[in-house]
């Protein structure tokens, strides 16, 4: 424990913004992969255990883009389009065999694709660490807010992740594809007995999770290291965010992911070696003394 | 699986007879002849590899089993189990390393604080239902596990508990010689089989079946649901706990790796391949896991795919474990018979 680091930082302006940016990019990163989980398991209700693999490809397929282009834009436009696509396939030939089935069974299959996928990965791209590399156009100064560093691309991930969350959160609200959505999510069958596909819709739900996933790897991979596997610290964490933030819940998840992401990084200066603890410690907490988490409705 | 279990109710419980002397004492018997045939193994064959494996199989068989006491007769889908394997294999490393007290002290004394540690967390889990059950118990596991992480003055942090684990001679029994760990090894899963098995065809195990298939008609006839569900969750973590303890003589040492999740989802993935259903599903997931494991990773480094298939096919394919399939299939066989 190193409390003094912590009260020095509290009590500096400089530190202050510097760990606060770094904790609102983990949380928005966060957001982005478990508002595509809680958007699954509010529609399809299922727990897509393997949604931390599409963070990973989301991850691979942006460098490969970049590796190949050049272009950062089209770099990060593959790495969402990929995932929605495999999203897609997954769910309509694997996963909708197990709707209905015991949990633990979509649980397996779910388990079995974590395998399968690192395993992919790891003979396409390797087994060792690979890294995208900062792109051209923000390798520039980094910003000076009240003494502290602030890298501009930071700036720009943030901004990405915070205008999914308006478009997610107005799109499901507003327009008629939303409002079909939720009806989905709420009764099945008597939207399937309107005329609409909901074949589709689930489909197109875990796809767009799927993309939501992917983008938030395309997003991490110039500033996180890539590896097989690199889905599943991202996957635990990620539910945590849900559970807090209540299952089901966009906004949830939005402040779940926030709240966790300044818990890592201000915890890394209090408790150094302790940091996962305290997330796991927190949720405890949460749960005990609200089942359904943060924003969740009572016997969803 | 709940209409396997239901049918498996009426002829189970047993009636006045002349079975009853049959069943009751059938369970030892066969209890006898399996510790009989393993207890003898290496007289017919030296091979290492093999009482290995089988001392692997017992300590995951115990677990295994244990977890299935929650999942599969009381319908607790617990995330955490593994919590309580990495618990006893660490308390007992510790126990021993530190005081140097006998083995059978030391044993006793994790049981009893696995025990109140899974009091404690049991009392605050099994107020939840369902999956958020199966969340709390998780964040647990992982609490340990970042626990046993950052603790490394106690614990020795990612590097595990090394030095090897002292294993002193108690009654004539010398668990550094490797016939002996494995005889014992052999001794505690039948033991433990067999005391999960009496639990299992207790009147306590059927509360149990009854809260997995109606809470609240249980709840209804006056049964304490919170405290059924709290013993169960305590008797479940001994066990497991006796898997650690078994392990960690077998390694001599304990890694963080004992509490991690993937050991729980381990757990389940065992039980979902062998089958809930039948009290010795776990144990057959067991072995074909472990046989699993050592054969693909014998052929391929690639292994998670060749797993994973494997996994696919029986999900998607016999959509249950291999011995519930089975145990249908006989029974679909004899509704054949009878029906002639």
């Known amino acids: 424990m190193d409390l003094d680091a912590l009260a ?18 983990i949380g928005m990163l966060l957001f982005l992969v478990a508002v595509g989980l809680t958007l699954i398991f509010g529609v399809l209700k299922v727990v897509n255990f393997s949604h931390g693999a599409f963070y990973m490809f989301g991850a691979y397929f942006a460098m490969t883009a970049y590796q190949l282009t050049g272009s950062f834009a089209l770099a990060m436009l593959c790495g969402a389009a990929g995932t929605a696509i495999l999203g897609l396939i997954f769910e309509r030939v694997f996963m ?19 395998l399968i996928f690192d395993d992919v990965v790891r003979i396409i791209w390797g087994p060792e660490f690979r890294s995208m590399g900062m792109p051209a156009a923000f390798q520039v100064m980094p910003l000076f807010i009240a003494g502290g560093v602030v890298p501009p691309y930071y700036l720009l991930l943030i901004g990405v992740a915070l205008a999914a969350a308006v478009v997610l959160g107005i799109g499901l609200s507003r327009s008629r594809i939303g409002k079909v959505i939720r009806a989905a999510a709420h009764n099945p069958g008597m939207v399937s007995a309107l005329g609409i596909n909901t074949g589709l819709i689930y489909g197109g739900v875990f796809a767009l999770g799927g993309m939501l996933a992917g983008l938030a790897g395309a997003l991490a991979a110039p500033v996180r290291s890539l590896t097989p596997g690199m889905g599943f610290s991202v996957l635990i964490e990620s539910f945590i965010v849900t559970v807090i933030g209540g299952m089901g819940s966009i906004l949830g998840a939005l402040i779940g992911a926030l709240l966790l992401g300044l818990i890592r990084s201000f915890g890394s200066l209090g408790f150094p070696l302790f940091t996962e603890g ?3 410690l927190f949720m405890v907490i949460v749960l ?5 988490g943060l924003f969740g409705k009572e016997a969803a | 699986m709940t209409e396997l279990e239901a049918g498996r109710a009426e002829t189970l419980v047993p009636g006045r007879g002349v079975t009853t002397v049959w069943e009751r004492y059938r369970d030892i018997l066969i209890a006898l002849i399996a510790f009989a045939v393993l207890a003898s193994l290496p007289l017919f064959t030296g091979s290492k590899a093999l009482l290995d494996f089988v001392i692997r199989c017992s300590a995951y068989g115990l677990f295994a089993t244990s977890l299935n006491l929650l999942v599969g007769y009381t319908g607790l889908t617990s995330f955490g189990h593994g919590m309580f394997f990495g618990l006893g294999a660490y308390s007992f490393g510790l126990i021993m390393q530190r005081l140097g007290v006998p083995i059978p002290i030391a044993f006793v004394a994790t049981l009893a604080i696995t025990a109140v540690v899974a009091a404690v967390i049991g009392a605050i889990c099994v107020r939840l239902k369902e999956i958020y059950f199966a969340f709390v118990t998780l964040a647990f596991q992982m609490l340990i596990h970042s626990t046993i992480l950052s603790w490394a003055s106690f614990t020795g942090g990612d590097q595990g508990l090394r030095g090897g684990i002292p294993r002193p001679v108690f009654l004539g029994v010398d668990l550094s010689n490797h016939i002996h760990l494995y005889v014992a090894s052999c001794a505690l899963l039948i033991l433990g089989l067999l005391a999960m098995r ?12 009854m809260i997995r298939d109606n809470a609240a008609r249980a709840s209804f006839l006056g049964i304490d649901v919170w405290r059924a569900k709290l013993t169960i969750f305590v008797l479940a973590a001994l066990f497991a706990s006796m898997g650690g303890m078994v392990m960690a003589l077998f390694v001599s040492g304990a890694y963080p790796e004992f509490a991690y999740w993937t050991i729980s989802g381990e757990g389940i993935f065992i039980n979902m391949l062998g089958g809930v259903s039948t009290f010795l599903g776990p144990m057959v997931g067991t072995v074909l ?7 693909v990773t014998r052929f391929t480094e690639y292994h998670g795919i060749v797993l994973g298939i494997v996994i696919l096919f029986f999900a998607l394919g016999l959509r249950k474990g291999l011995l519930d399939f089975v145990a249908e299939w006989f029974a679909h066989r004899r509704e054949a018979g009878e029906g002639r």
């Open chain 1, 288 to 292: 005990v003394s609200k089942p359904t």
């Open chain 2, 289 to 295: 896991l472990l046989l699993l494991n050592d054969t």
């Open chain 1, 96 to 114: 909708s065999r197990v709707y209905g089935a015991d949990v633990l069974m979509q649980l397996l299959v779910c388990y079995a694709f974590v």
């Open chain 2, 198 to 209: 009496q639990i299992a065809q207790s009147p306590f195990g059927y509360t149990l079946r």
């Open chain 1, 278 to 280: 305290l997330m796991y």
């Open chain 1, 8 to 25: 020095g930082c509290l009590s500096s302006s400089a530190c202050l913004v510097t760990q606060t940016t770094s904790g609102l990019i």
